[in-house]
């Protein structure tokens, strides 16, 4: 079974305040992805990457900046963080080959006040 | 563009009863990849089901099942002897294609909302 462990699990920040939000997939999984998960919205997609140094844009991408350092570790920047960024946020990975079924973290709320 | 969309906002069941769940999508692409996943009361969220397109049989995983008609772009879920451990939000995703620009990328559904009840 695939782990995928997010950090931190809970996160306050003022509007304008940096954010980064960590995701480490311990499997050797090529794909990883940030979501946002707001009701009404279900899952949207930010940024995925499909290995170290590499970055898609997702569906979501305004006000988000990622990295993937690499292919355990991908990291969501929220760098002038805003009210409407206040969202629970899941990072994902998916297996080896290309049917890309995704393994999904515990997830990170986080409110900016 | 890959849409999925999911129309019932929530359904209600008694259980050990079978519940469908229903999922339209949207894609230019021959070949595809239709997911079904589930959200438990915790917000963990967990891979339930895959239906590959280019497969005519429709996939089957214990209790749960697709319905998968093509002409329709339809991929439903079928839950047969609910349990009241089934009350979860069901999200229905697609990734399309092998190669190009969308590669990797896995659209959702706004997910439907199941609750079983005794």
Redesign the interface.
């Known amino acids: 079974e695939a782990a995928v462990t997010q950090s931190p699990r809970n996160k306050v920040t003022v509007t304008g305040g940096n954010v980064t939000l960590s995701c480490r997939q311990t499997n050797s999984h090529n ?1 990883m ?1 940030w ?1 946002r998960q707001d009701t ?6 930010i940024h ?1 990457s ?1 290995g170290a140094g590499n970055l ?1 844009i ?2 979501v991408p305004d006000g988000y900046k990622a990295t993937r350092t690499t292919q355990e570790d991908f990291f969501l920047l929220l760098e002038l963080a805003s009210p409407s960024q206040t969202s ?1 946020y ?1 990072c ?1 990975s ?1 297996d080896p080959d ?7 973290g ?2 990170t709320r986080l409110s900016v006040l | 563009a890959q849409k999925v969309t999911q129309t019932q906002t929530s359904i209600s069941v008694m259980e050990k009863t079978t519940v469908t769940m229903d999922c339209v999508y949207e894609t230019q692409d021959s070949s595809y990849f239709l997911f079904w996943y589930k959200q438990t009361a915790s917000g963990e969220i967990v891979f339930l089901i895959r239906q590959d397109s280019y497969k005519k049989e429709n996939a089957t995983v214990g209790h749960y099942s697709l319905n998968f008609q093509k002409p329709k772009s339809s991929i439903g879920l079928i839950i047969t002897a609910t349990q009241i451990e089934d009350s979860a939000v069901y999200f229905c995703a697609m990734r399309e294609g092998y190669t190009g620009a969308n590669t990797g990328k896995l659209t959702f559904g706004h997910g439907t909302i199941l609750r079983v009840h005794p």
Request: zero cysteines; hydrophobic letters at 35%.
């Open positions: 794909y992805y979501y009404g919205h279900g899952l949207r997609l995925y499909y898609q997702g569906d629970l899941f994902a998916s290309w049917k890309n079924t995704l393994y999904f515990a997830g």
